[in-house]
């Protein structure tokens, strides 16, 4: 025998690497050369294989554990029931019978490499041309059937691992649960195809999910593997082509946790406390400890879980949690239980289903009683099965979610015989010599092209990467307003998103969508700041001062003329005021001017009502009405002030407003000076000076104002009066208070440019007065006149500081306004007051005094210069 053994060692060097490899592996481990014991065998004319997972994942390096009724048995009874169907059916493959060979994958992917070897042990040639038995005849060795194409895997891992194997002996493979997004390659997984969809659209599904819901915001956590891993890689990366969502923390539970993994996962997800929702990629052990770790946080209610079809309406990774999976939205295959299999199931005894091995496991674990078999001793803590148990009367059942699946896929290699044989046999009843052996790719090209309807009533067709269309129900679990807790459907998927926002409900029996977004929109008038590296999350700045949003992102000053609106969105129009008749500001300084037209009126009256008495006389009566003129205008000033600017007022403020002050002052010049000229003259010579007669007088102060008018005239030409709106002047830091302010064009230095001149003729007019102190009090107005204009200085002295010092407040315009009128107004009185009230007073109280003083004589001629001159010069005065 060693040299049989060499030579076929010898033959498999010759042959493909992969293949090769493959034969030695199957040569080294004598258990595929025969009937596998773990098996399922169902005779046929065309085998297909099948792997499901009968057993979970074993412990501590065992490679199986403990059934998984639903997930295993379940579907697996799902492909027999299948193949029973299409064998009785008349019009499926007539004449042909569908055989398999059913292996356990025990839910993990390298003991399923290991099991499907058995798949293509019929694929590889054996050379025994120098094996001989003792009697010298060539060995009689069992040729093992021929699968022609798989049902299966389950997990994506497995498919992954299987679909590398299959490819190299051109075995289709169609899974009824595999959706990890890597199996679309077309060009690695040629041979695979599957009738759910991929977790790329599920992934999508799930994005239009969390974009519904109006979340920008969210975790993902997934359980290491193809799977998991997969599934939020698909929907990362549809996030970001998409846009809008962004990934808070993106976490992965380890295959073997450790203890305290989960909650470590739950402190890290709390670190972004804003990302309520999270995407849940996992299996249905991991989901229920990480619903668990919430649980002991005290985080009931916080996290918004999105779960993919592994979690779907599965009640095993929710039990005793409830509270914490409550308004938890899951996504699941659009499935509808089949009937039919249902009737089958609960149908299948001990005595009708000796076909499948691992039935009468199931049958102890259902019932939880334990068989008898022989050589084994009974287990006292249990009840022994009577074998009279029934499935659903006995038990609970509730269909596996993925049996429709699996009986479509059944159906679809099927179909793709079908067509196959009418193509390749026609009109020949049974397999024909073309399709024995079956090549594989060509029965990959029927598969890809079936269109039929499935069990559950909708299409089951492959796009060219071998994946079914997106079909997917939409769940959410709610415990309030329903008669029992649980699942229940809210809406669907099918390229689209249809969901009914109303029906949901979340923790406690919400029914308002909650958040899950880092930051929450701005409010009107407010931008958004980035913050760099998270397009999802921002800071609210508000547009402040005079700035209106222009966009999300930035802000932008309004017009000078406008004023941003409360909501800051847009400009309006600044309100335009002036100065009211009926506001403080003008209600004093009128109330003033009036008493002072008033008096100066009652002045006039009375001047020239006593017009030819010795006071008026003595007083200069042509300079008098002049300067009472000017008093006048100083006083009517005041209500150009205040009037509504216009073209009209404007020009006549430019005109009075210094005009005024120049008569008045141009007459107390002229006045003051004669009576320095007259005395200084009269200590020099008995000579009287010139132009001291009264229409010299006239003339000198004609002349002193026709400088303020020339002035005037010649801003009139360079500069035409308007009016204009000023938007500078009210701007305060609220743009609520801002205010334009119709007034004319003169500007604080204009004004002053205007009573410049006045203000000239006032400080000569107060030198010459200080100069004219020791002239007789008896027979001169030079100290009157000096005393007034002591005063007027005083009063314009304390005008400066406040006119200028209230240039940047808010109502400069009214305090400017009401500051210069009520100084007009006071220099106005105090010239009035001090100039002609006490002669009115003896004019109208005392008559007596009104009278021609006796004029004394001097000669001149015996009398000394310096005793002559104040004769002269109060003859002088008083003529």
Request: charge should be neutral; hydrophobic fraction near 40%.
């Amino acid at each position: 025998m060693r040299s049989c053994y060499e030579g076929r060692t010898r033959r498999i060097h010759r042959e493909p690497s992969g293949k090769a490899f493959l034969k030695n592996l199957l040569l080294l481990n004598p258990s595929h050369q025969h009937f596998h014991p773990h098996s399922i065998k169902i005779p046929g004319d065309i085998t297909l294989g099948g792997l499901f997972p009968i057993h979970a994942r074993g412990p501590h390096g065992l490679p199986c554990g403990e059934l998984k009724k639903e997930k295993g048995i379940h579907r697996m009874e799902a492909m027999l029931y299948a193949l029973d169907q299409i064998n009785s059916d008349a019009e499926l493959l007539p004449n042909i019978t569908l055989g398999a060979r059913i292996l356990d994958t025990c839910s993990r992917d390298t003991y399923a490499l290991e099991q499907s070897l058995t798949f293509v042990q019929a694929l590889i040639q054996k050379d025994t041309s120098d094996i001989r038995c003792s009697n010298g005849e060539p060995p009689l060795i069992r040729k093992p059937e021929r699968v022609v194409g798989v049902i299966g895997a389950s997990a994506s891992s497995v498919s992954i691992m299987v679909a590398n194997i299959l490819r190299l002996f051109e075995i289709p493979q169609v899974s009824y649960a595999s959706t990890a997004p890597e199996l679309s390659d077309n060009n690695r997984y040629d041979f695979f195809s599957r009738v759910v969809p991929p977790d790329s659209y599920q992934a999508q599904a799930m994005l239009d999910i969390v974009r519904a819901l109006g979340w920008n915001y969210v975790s993902t956590l997934a359980s290491e593997g193809n799977y998991g891993e997969s599934g939020v890689e698909a929907f990362m990366q549809i996030s970001r082509e998409a846009g809008g969502v962004c990934i808070a923390q993106s976490v992965k539970i380890p295959r073997e946790p450790t203890a305290g993994e989960f909650d470590k996962i739950i402190r890290r997800l709390m670190e972004t406390s804003n990302a309520r929702g999270v995407i849940i990629f996992a299996n249905e052990d991991d989901i229920k400890r990480v619903l668990e770790a919430a649980k002991r946080a005290n985080l009931t209610g916080h996290f918004l879980f999105v779960g993919s079809d592994s979690w779907g309406a599965k009640s095993s990774p929710i039990t005793e949690l409830e509270d914490v999976a409550e308004g938890a939205v899951t996504i699941l295959p659009k499935r509808t239980s089949i009937d039919g299999f249902d009737q089958y199931f609960v149908s299948r005894s001990l005595e009708n289903n000796r076909r499948n091995i691992w039935f009468a496991e199931f049958w102890e674990d259902d019932f939880r009683c334990k068989l008898t078999r022989p050589g084994i001793k009974p287990d006292p803590d249990k009840k022994k099965c009577t074998g009279d148990e029934r499935i659903g009367r006995d038990s609970t059942y509730e269909q596996e979610g993925k049996v429709q699946f699996v009986i479509d896929a059944v159906y679809a290699v099927a179909h793709a015989l079908h067509n196959m044989h009418q193509d390749l046999c026609p009109g020949i009843p049974g397999v024909c010599s073309s399709m024995d052996p079956l090549e594989g790719r060509s029965l990959l090209d029927y598969i890809r092209a079936v269109h039929f309807n499935g069990s559950a009533g909708t299409s089951v067709l492959f796009n060219e990467n071998g994946d079914a269309p997106g079909r997917y129900d939409i769940f959410q679990f709610q415990m309030t307003n329903h008669s029992h807790p649980g699942y229940h459907v809210i809406g669907q998927w099918t390229n689209n998103l249809r969901l009914n926002l109303e029906e949901m409900q979340w923790s406690g029996g919400d029914r308002s969508v909650p958040d899950s977004i880092c930051s929450f929109p701005c409010k009107p008038g407010e931008r958004k700041k980035m913050v760099k590296g998270v397009p999802c999350c921002w800071h609210c700045e508000l547009c402040d001062g005079y700035q209106y949003q222009v966009d999300e992102f930035n802000c932008e000053t309004c017009p000078s003329d406008m004023r941003p609106a409360p909501n800051r969105t847009t400009c309006r129009p600044t309100p335009i005021i002036k100065l009211e008749w009926n506001s403080p500001w003008a209600l004093v300084p009128a109330s003033l001017a009036m008493l002072g037209i008033l008096a100066t009126s009652a002045v006039v009256v009375t001047f020239i009502r006593f017009n030819d008495t010795p006071i008026v006389r003595a007083s200069g009566r042509e300079l008098s009405y002049v300067l009472l003129t000017g008093i006048f205008l100083i006083y009517l000033i005041t209500f150009l002030m205040i009037a509504e600017p216009g073209v009209v007022v404007c020009a006549f403020r430019r005109l009075l407003l210094g005009l005024g002050m120049a008569i008045t002052y141009s007459a107390m010049l002229t006045k003051t000076n004669r009576i320095y000229r007259i005395f200084e003259q009269g200590k020099r010579s008995v000579t009287p000076p010139k132009f001291i007669s009264p229409t010299s007088q006239l003339a000198i102060t004609f002349i002193l104002i026709s400088v303020q008018v020339l002035g005037v005239f010649v801003w009139f030409a360079v500069v035409p009066p308007h009016t204009i709106i000023d938007y500078e002047e009210q701007r305060p830091p609220n743009p609520d208070f801002a205010r334009g302010i119709l007034k004319c064009d003169m500007s604080d230095l204009s004004i002053i440019c205007c009573l410049s001149y006045s203000i000239v003729l006032m400080v000569t007019c107060t030198v010459y007065a200080v100069k004219s102190r020791g002239v007789p009090e008896t027979f001169n107005e030079a100290k009157p006149i000096g005393f007034t204009m002591y005063t007027t200085c005083i009063v314009w002295l304390a005008f400066v500081p406040i006119f200028f010092g209230t240039a940047q407040s808010t109502e400069k315009m009214f305090i400017q306004t009401a500051t210069l009128t009520v100084s007009m107004s006071l220099s106005a009185s105090v010239s009035l007051g001090m100039l002609y009230l006490p002669k009115v007073y003896i004019i109208v109280f005392h008559p007596e005094q009104n009278v021609q003083k006796r004029k004394r004589s001097f000669k001149v001629t015996t009398t000394p210069a310096g005793v002559a001159a104040p004769s002269m010069a109060a003859s002088a005065i008083s003529g």
